[in-house]
């Protein structure tokens, strides 16, 4: 089985201790932490990891990635008017190989700022899927689905059910598969039925936007009679296992439900500052056990998919909505960051530095003027650093970016092919 020593390596930890470590891995596992130098590591791939900082790969708990080819199209404007007016037609224009082309330039921004996983939700999600196998990153994707009717034959759902076919447990279980009903506003209640079938067939979770703005809890009390959670949760959703994007307007009776029923949220604070949908009370939902990642949501509504802004963002911005310098310290943040995000993906043993754990490992450069002095590494993590001291990424055991260049993406084809497929997209 293959192996890699990091040596001479500081690992994050929330306070001034530290002592140089080595970690070993082995396939793709974490299988030595310490600071002897251990035997059996001989003939590993070696990398030095000298003024560097090791912490898990961040897990992008909710985005739509390949939508970076509509970065800085549609800024300063309220969800239903932005997709409504703008991004929808945008995406209407969507062709063959464009996803394509949209996912490598989301994956390159990813690994360069330390995002080592991902949950999607789009279209041509094969392409995807090819191009995250290919740079080897970990990815949980599903289908954008939207309809009406119980209607099997359905070409969206035809292609997510293939989607899952084709992909769930690919690559060493480097990627899996959920179905996407896209919201309460595209999906009917017959068909958000089917979903949940059809889920419930393929032994699969949903990923759905739930609650992200309070006109959305309207229409749906109007149109349905109950609010967005509830609402999926009186049609099995939440049962099924669900990863909640947004999660914003919901009550403290909700989240004991969302709790109860173990469903995970996606927090997305700059995406939900930028639409001016609200701020999610995560603090509340933390206090009840729900298990809350971070995401960026899509790169046209926030406009970066760097997971370090996200931690800082929710590590401050709970502490002003809540008057608590308590609120959310850089631990939990970091935890949201890394563990939760891979909770919220389904996995169990991601997002730790530990022994026995999948080795989704992001080396960090300290050699920068921001790193000095260091008297707590975590803190500097989450309040200090910043997306290009992402140096090395190491994904189920697997080095995918080796000082700071990304080995199987070739960046300036990949810039060149974004803009042209924008420029056609968005007639600018
Ligand atoms: C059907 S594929 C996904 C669909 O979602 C759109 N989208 C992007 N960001 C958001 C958001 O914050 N709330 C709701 N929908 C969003 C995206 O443009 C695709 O059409
Ligand atoms: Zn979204």
């Given at each position: 089985m293959k192996k890699i020593l990091i040596s001479n390596v500081e690992i994050v930890t929330d306070g001034p201790a530290y002592k140089k470590k080595y970690i070993g891995i082995t396939g793709?596992?974490?299988?030595?932490?310490?600071?002897?130098?251990?035997?059996?590591?001989?003939?590993?791939?070696?990398?030095?990891?000298?003024?560097?900082?090791?912490?898990?790969?961040?897990?992008?708990?909710?985005?739509?990635?390949?939508?970076?080819?509509?970065?800085?199209?549609?800024?300063?404007?309220?969800?239903?008017?932005?997709?409504?007016?703008?991004?929808?037609?945008?995406?209407?224009?969507?062709?063959?190989?464009?996803?394509?082309?949209?996912?490598?330039?989301?994956?390159?921004?990813?690994?360069?700022?330390?995002?080592?996983?991902?949950?999607?939700?789009?279209?041509?999600?094969?392409?995807?899927?090819?191009?995250?196998?290919?740079?080897?990153?970990?990815?949980?994707?599903?289908?954008?689905?939207?309809?009406?009717?119980?209607?099997?034959?359905?070409?969206?759902?035809?292609?997510?059910?293939?989607?899952?076919?084709?992909?769930?447990?690919?690559?060493?279980?480097?990627?899996?598969?959920?179905?996407?009903?896209?919201?309460?506003?595209?999906?009917?209640?017959?068909?958000?039925?089917?979903?949940?079938?059809?889920?419930?067939?393929?032994?699969?979770?949903?990923?759905?936007?739930?609650?992200?703005?309070?006109?959305?809890?309207?229409?749906?009390?109007?149109?349905?009679?109950?609010?967005?959670?509830?609402?999926?949760?009186?049609?099995?959703?939440?049962?099924?296992?669900?990863?909640?994007?947004?999660?914003?307007?919901?009550?403290?009776?909700?989240?004991?439900?969302?709790?109860?029923?173990?469903?995970?949220?996606?927090?997305?604070?700059?995406?939900?500052?930028?639409?001016?949908?609200?701020?999610a009370p995560v603090e509340k939902m933390l206090a009840k056990g729900i298990t809350v990642g971070l995401g960026t949501d899509g790169a046209t509504s926030n406009n970066n998919l760097d997971m370090l802004e996200e931690a800082r963002l929710t590590a401050m911005l709970h502490k002003a909505v809540t008057y608590d310098p308590l609120c959310i310290p850089a631990a939990t943040a970091w935890d949201m960051a890394t563990y939760q995000g891979a909770k919220c993906l389904g996995y169990d043993k991601l997002g730790k530095l530990e022994k026995g754990w999948l080795a989704d490992i992001v080396l960090y450069d300290m050699n920068k003027p921001h790193w000095y002095p260091r008297n707590n590494r975590l803190s500097l993590l989450v309040y200090a650093a910043n997306a290009g001291d992402a140096d090395t990424a190491i994904i189920n055991g697997k080095v995918v970016m080796e000082k700071g260049e990304v080995k199987s993406l070739d960046a300036e084809k990949i810039y060149y092919e974004a803009d042209r497929v924008a420029k056609r997209l968005t007639g600018k």
């Open positions: 793709n596992t974490i299988s030595y932490i310490g600071i002897k130098k251990p035997k059996g590591y001989e003939d590993a791939y070696q990398i030095d990891g000298t003024g560097k900082l090791a912490a898990a790969g961040m897990v992008n708990a909710h985005t739509h990635i390949a939508m970076c080819l509509l970065r800085s199209y549609a800024d300063d404007m309220a969800l239903m008017d932005w997709l409504q007016n703008k991004v929808w037609p945008a995406e209407a224009g969507l062709q063959k190989g464009d996803c394509y082309v949209g996912t490598q330039l989301g994956i390159l921004e990813m690994l360069k700022s330390g995002t080592t996983a991902y949950a999607d939700m789009y279209f041509f999600m094969d392409e995807t899927a090819q191009a995250s196998q290919e740079a080897g990153i970990r990815a949980c994707l599903s289908r954008g689905l939207m309809g009406d009717k119980y209607d099997k034959a359905d070409e969206r759902l035809k292609e997510n059910v293939q989607l899952y076919k084709d992909w769930n447990g690919k690559d060493d279980g480097l990627i899996t598969v959920m179905l996407g009903p896209h919201a309460p506003y595209t999906c009917g209640k017959e068909y958000l039925k089917l979903l949940v079938d059809t889920a419930g067939e393929l032994g699969c979770q949903l990923h759905m936007h739930l609650a992200e703005t309070e006109q959305e809890v309207k229409d749906c009390v109007k149109n349905f009679g109950a609010t967005p959670i509830k609402y999926a949760d009186s049609l099995g959703i939440l049962d099924r296992g669900c990863l909640i994007a947004h999660g914003v307007w919901v009550t403290d009776e909700e989240m004991e439900i969302m709790a109860a029923k173990k469903a995970r949220v996606a927090h997305n604070p700059q995406s939900n500052l930028k639409l001016a949908s609200g701020i």
